[in-house]
Structures are given as C-alpha cells and as structure tokens.
C-alpha cells in the first residue's frame, strides 16, 4: 500500500529557511500529482504547492517567489524548499498524493509535520 512520511518541520526565525521531505512507498501509476497543503487551527486547509508527474508545478499568490516544490524520482521523494518564512506561514503541512487514471482516482496522505515560524 502506499504510505507518505513527511519530515523536517521545526523551529525557524522569520526570514529564515526550512525544506520539508515527503517521502513516498508503496507502487502508484503513471499519473499523479503531489501537492503541499498547511492548515492552522481554525482555518481552513490551504493548498501551497503542487507537482505533477510532468513536472508542471503550481502555487498560490501566498508563496509564489518563496516556496519551491521539487521531486526526486530516484528517492521517491518529494521536497517543499521554504525561504523568506513569515509568521503567517506557520502550520501544520501535509503532503497529499493524488494518483489517477481512466479507472481510479485516489488520494494519500501523510501525517503532517509542524513549521513554527517566530523570533
């Protein structure tokens, strides 16, 4: 079956950096998309970042020119480089795979791992 562990959350001072792994196991198909969502208490889940298995990648207005999702095939890992944090930017992130085809369409996720941004 397939599993997602994210790691490398933490503590960071604004203006700093951190770089989030989703590591994935288990077989997926051809086609997927891998997405970085954050959520807060109280506040709805928010997408941050996502790539597909063509490498198309996309971002929201919040992080664009900040935030960077890239993948390692090799590792099977999915990376979300983080720069120029904000207190605003502090959450739980999660990392979601999207797999699908002409016969199914499913979703995976991780347990999510903390990013506290403050001074």
């Known amino acids: 079956q397939v599993q997602l562990v994210e790691s490398g959350g933490g503590l960071v001072q604004p203006g700093g950096s951190l770089r989030l792994s989703c590591a994935v196991s288990?077989?997926?198909?051809?086609?997927?998309?891998m997405t970085w969502y954050r959520q807060v208490p109280g506040k709805q889940r928010e997408l941050v970042a996502g790539?597909?298995?063509?490498?198309?990648?996309n971002y929201p207005d919040s992080v664009k020119g900040r935030f960077t999702i890239s993948r390692d095939n090799a590792k099977n890992t999915v990376y979300l480089q983080m720069n120029s944090l904000k207190p605003e930017d502090t959450a739980v992130y999660y990392c979601?795979?999207?797999?699908?085809?002409?016969?199914?369409?499913?979703?995976?996720w991780g347990q999510g791992t903390q990013v506290t941004v403050s001074s």
């Open positions: 979601n795979l999207h797999v699908f085809s002409e016969s199914y369409d499913r979703d995976y």
């Open positions: 288990g077989s997926i198909g051809s086609f997927y998309a």
């Open positions: 790539i597909d298995n063509s490498g198309s990648t």
